[in-house]
């Protein structure tokens, strides 16, 4: 699983904001949405509803925060794709 930072790009405009759950450390990226959870791609964070919860843990929405600039998160797009867990 290869290690990502968030820039200041990514992180200025909600729709491509990274947000991270602080419970399980999963990673909301509005350009891959969750479909799983009714989510679609594009979906900015600020968009979802706010009974949405973690596709990995089921923590609640207001249990993320957004990635600070320069912050590293795993890549778990690839895993999607293969389907390995991390």
């Known amino acids: ?18 947000w991270i759950c602080e419970v399980c450390e999963d990673v909301y990226d509005p350009q891959l949405g969750d479909p799983d959870g009714g989510i679609p791609p594009g979906t900015a964070f600020q968009d979802i509803p706010d009974d949405w919860v973690c596709p990995v843990c089921g ?28």
Do not use: H, N
């Open 59 to 86: 923590a609640r929405k207001k249990e993320f925060r957004k990635l600070r600039p320069g912050e590293e998160y795993q890549d778990v797009s690839e895993d999607l794709v293969t389907g390995e867990q991390g």
């Open 1 to 18: 699983m290869k290690i990502l930072i968030a820039t200041d790009e990514t992180q200025a405009d909600p729709a491509t904001e990274l």
